[in-house]
């Protein structure tokens, strides 16, 4: 074979190369690119569907909707593009699940717990509760986790395998930001005259974090021969500790004849 001949062989197998394999560059972007928008307009689908139903909205049903759509894309160009036989790659995926199920049992169950609070819709975005002593507004249900912010700001990041075996209270609206102040009255207090200060009171010692929509009621525990045992309701909006209310308004009634 003469060398124009080698030359004129090596190009023409070459330019096939480049060929096939710009081919196969332009499927895959093509691929990605699909999936990237199919996603977006699957998760964007999903957040109309949930907010229009009764099923609570929150991110886990997104992420694994988005989830299936990456997965359906990779099956497509397996073929294709890196020549692998999709059933002979789900037949590996799953002894290889198997094998990682093992050490992945906490993920897992993270998983299925959040999936199983969503579906029940024992807690959703929204719900004010109380967990474990940590109270405050849900935030999010991801795969892994349920977000519960606090109403003095602070996020409380709860696996979902742990929300899905503690015990749970949902509160209604007046408990949302109640922080409980115990005071000791005089056996002869005016209790009208006590709330009255009390109401006047609450509003300038919490300023922008007094709840006008509850108020600030005072409650009777009982009277005894030390004096009229009571506690005052302190309602409050997101952004104030408990300490911080309860020491604003017993600053604000410190020294009030009232007082025991």
């Known amino acids: 074979m003469s060398?124009?001949?080698?030359?004129?062989?090596?190009?023409?197998v070459l330019g096939r190369d480049v060929s096939s394999n710009a081919a196969k560059v332009v499927l895959l972007l093509a691929v990605i690119i699909a999936a990237f928008v199919a996603s977006r307009v699957v998760a964007h689908t999903f957040y109309k569907v949930l907010d229009k139903s009764e099923m609570p909205s929150a991110s886990i049903f997104v992420n694994l909707a988005r989830a299936l759509v990456w997965g359906f894309a990779l099956l497509v160009v397996l073929q294709p593009v890196f020549g692998i036989e999709p059933t002979g790659f789900v037949a590996a995926i799953g002894v290889t699940s198997v094998a990682l199920s093992l050490g992945l049992q906490d993920t897992i169950?993270?998983?299925?717990?959040?999936?199983?609070?969503?579906?029940?819709?024992?807690v959703a975005p929204g719900d004010v509760v109380d967990v474990g002593g940590v109270v405050g507004e849900v935030t999010d249900v991801s795969l892994r986790s349920t977000t519960v912010k606090q109403f003095n700001g602070d996020e409380q990041i709860i696996p979902n395998s742990v929300l899905s075996k503690t015990a749970l209270t949902k509160l209604a609206p007046f408990q949302a930001g109640e922080y409980q102040l115990p005071v000791m009255l005089k056996k002869d207090a005016d209790l009208n005259e006590v709330r009255?200060?009390?109401?006047?009171?609450?509003?300038?010692a919490l300023g922008t974090y007094y709840d006008e929509a509850f108020g600030t009621p005072l409650f009777i525990n009982e009277f005894s021969n030390f004096g009229i045992s009571a506690f005052i309701s302190l309602h409050c909006k997101p952004g104030i500790s408990p300490g911080k209310a309860r020491t604003a308004m017993a600053d604000a009634i410190a020294g009030k004849p009232w007082l025991e």
């Open 196 to 204: 009255r200060e009390v109401a006047e009171l609450a509003p300038i």
């Open 3 to 12: 060398t124009n001949e080698v030359r004129n062989t090596l190009v023409d």
């Open 109 to 122: 169950s993270n998983i299925f717990g959040g999936l199983s609070l969503m579906v029940s819709k024992v």
